[in-house]
T-cell receptor
Framework: GESVGLHLPTLSVQEGDNSIINCAYS??????FIWYKQESGKGPQFIID?????DKRQGQRVTVLLNKTVKHLSLQIAATQPGDSAVYFC??????????FGAGTILRVKS | DSGVTQTPKHLITATGQRVTLRCSPR?????VYWYQQSLDQGLQFLIQ???????AKGNILERFSAQQFPDLHSELNLSSLELGDSALYFC?????????????????FGPGTRLTVL
């Protein structure tokens, strides 16, 4: 079936380095994507979103890239900090369908 | 703070019991979604209500039920509890009905209720 999945279940980075979290989606009809961050014991927190008519969107220290040709989404975090340690979920929203969440990637930041 | 509130924060109960979890959506949001998150699974969508009516059902057990009230708050009722029901239960809300595929469907999550069944 159609799904949103993550390539890497765990990513470890050194504090100050840039992080890249990847996500693959299988439905080319998906038109809206969201990244969520979930810290331990807390609810998922909205980070950034992107529509399918864009290939890049920037926020504060975060950038989301969308490659529709290969159905790939990535979240880049600049100058990763210990507070960035969390589970990151990508979610896919298709017109006429419900939001579908990926399995999640654990980001560990080493000091 | 997302603006979504959930009570209680923690709940400990015994097998066979029944509990009610409560959620208040963000001001102006009409949709409420319920999710279950256990240690070995991701976010499992349970059910959605939009403006008081059930909109979509996911992997919700027959022992579970929910409703959305006229003031748009929602309650998730879990009955005949089993050990395997121990999990985090999240509520999320959005402006829209979840089918437009855009900003109005972005879901904002509450802090969750941690349910422990002993």
């Amino acid at each position: 079936g159609e799904s949103v999945g993550l390539h890497l279940p765990t990513l470890s980075v050194q504090e100050g380095d840039n992080s890249i979290i990847n996500c693959a989606y299988s439905n080319s009809a998906s038109d809206y994507f969201i990244w969520y961050k979930q810290e331990s014991g807390k609810g998922p927190q909205f980070i950034i979103d992107i529509r399918s008519n864009m290939d890049k969107r920037q926020g504060q220290r975060v950038t989301v890239l969308l490659n529709k040709t290969v159905k790939h989404l990535s979240l880049q975090i600049a100058a990763t900090q210990p507070g960035d340690s969390a589970v990151y979920f990508c979610a896919e929203n298709r017109r006429g369908n419900k939001l579908v969440f990926g399995a999640g990637t654990i980001l560990r930041v080493k000091s | 703070d997302s603006g979504v509130t959930q009570t209680p924060k923690h709940l400990i109960t015994a097998t066979g019991q029944r509990v009610t979890l409560r959620c208040s959506p963000r001001s102006g949001d009409l949709s409420v979604y319920w999710y279950q998150q256990s240690l070995d699974q991701g976010l499992q969508f349970l059910i959605q209500y939009y403006n008081g009516e059930e909109r979509a059902k996911g992997n919700i057990l027959e022992r579970f039920s929910a409703q959305q009230f006229p003031d748009l708050h929602s309650e998730l009722n879990l009955s005949s509890l089993e050990l395997g029901d121990s999990a985090l239960y999240f509520c999320a809300s959005s402006v829209g009905h979840g089918l437009a595929g855009g900003l109005t469907d972005t879901q904002y999550f509450g802090p969750g209720t941690r349910l422990t069944v002993l």
